[in-house]
């Protein structure tokens, strides 16, 4: 099985006005399948334009990007799209849900996106999701209706709806306080425990402190790549819950 995500010397420059910005030097990386990796960086480090490479939301100006088995470097903005509808999950910081639409209905959008006809087999799907994060009571809220955590999950359970071979969560606690930022990785330990692929950015060490992987970014290169020799665990990780998601993600909508 080819790594789920490879990259080589990957580097991506700006131009403002007259002035280049090297935000990326010539980047190599491997991310194998099931990990769980943090990325973090001070500002101007590069961190935040590697996920957004990682995530085809911009191309890099030299260098392989390799998704699974595709090399995504050179793709038009179609192609583009298409991978990341049916290939990656996304978590922001600030959840990026639609205001209008119901949990469920902010779930079914990367359904939608592949061009998924929304019925009772998605709905069903949608909702043992929403279930699955703690949300089965709160199916017919809108986002304004609920907490900064409640909306995460909805985030996550977003994510998880295509079964994307990488979830990419840029800052997922930045919003949330402390207690809130422990459930939200708690539940992303959960993920990684069934298998799911993790990239996360963040700048807070007790966040980094869970991943499995941490890589330092500093002036645009990677400073330093290393395990994690004891990362924090999840209070639990029940079989049922591994069992579950793995028979959601086996019952496709592709």
């Known amino acids: 099985m080819p790594p789920?995500?490879?990259?080589?010397?990957?580097?991506?420059?700006?131009?403002?006005?007259?002035?280049?910005?090297?935000?990326?030097?010539g980047v190599t990386l491997t991310v194998n399948h099931g990990e769980f990796v943090a990325i973090m960086g001070p500002s101007g480090s590069g961190k935040s334009t590697l996920l957004n490479l990682l995530g085809c939301l911009d191309r890099p100006t030299s260098g392989r990007y390799i998704l699974g088995d595709d090399d995504v470097s050179r793709m038009n903005d179609d192609r583009l799209s298409e991978i990341r509808s049916r290939y990656l999950g996304f978590i922001f910081?600030?959840?990026?849900?639609?205001?209008?639409?119901?949990?469920?209905?902010?779930?079914e959008i990367p359904l939608l996106y592949q061009g998924c006809?929304?019925?009772?087999?998605?709905?069903?799907?949608?909702?043992?999701?929403?279930?699955?994060?703690?949300?089965?009571?709160?199916?017919?809220?809108?986002?304004?209706?609920?907490s900064g955590g409640q909306q995460q999950r909805v985030a996550i359970a977003r994510a998880l709806v295509n079964?994307?071979?990488?979830?990419?969560?840029?800052?997922?606690?930045?919003?949330?306080?402390?207690?809130?930022?422990?459930?939200?990785?708690?539940?992303?330990?959960?993920?990684?425990?069934?298998?799911?692929?993790?990239?996360?950015?963040?700048?807070?060490?007790?966040?980094?402190?869970?991943?499995?992987?941490?890589?330092?970014?500093?002036?645009?290169?990677?400073?330093?790549?290393?395990?994690?020799?004891?990362?924090?665990?999840?209070?639990?990780?029940?079989?049922?819950?591994?069992?579950?998601?793995n028979s959601l993600m086996s019952a496709s909508m592709r």
């Open 117 to 146: 006809r929304i019925n009772e087999k998605t709905r069903s799907r949608c909702i043992q999701l929403a279930d699955l994060v703690g949300l089965a009571d709160r199916l017919e809220h809108r986002p304004m209706q609920l």
């Open 4 to 25: 789920a995500v490879r990259i080589e010397n990957l580097t991506k420059h700006y131009f403002l006005e007259s002035v280049a910005v090297r935000a990326l030097r």
């Open 163 to 245: 079964d994307p071979h990488v979830i990419l969560a840029d800052e997922p606690t930045g919003n949330l306080d402390s207690k809130t930022s422990d459930e939200i990785m708690q539940m992303l330990i959960r993920l990684n425990a069934a298998g799911k692929t993790i990239i996360m950015v963040t700048h807070e060490n007790d966040i980094a402190a869970w991943a499995k992987r941490v890589i330092r970014m500093r002036d645009g290169v990677i400073e330093a790549d290393e395990p994690n020799a004891q990362p924090r665990t999840a209070q639990e990780v029940s079989s049922a819950f591994v069992s579950t998601l």
């Open 93 to 107: 910081q600030s959840y990026n849900l639609l205001p209008q639409y119901t949990v469920v209905e902010n779930i």
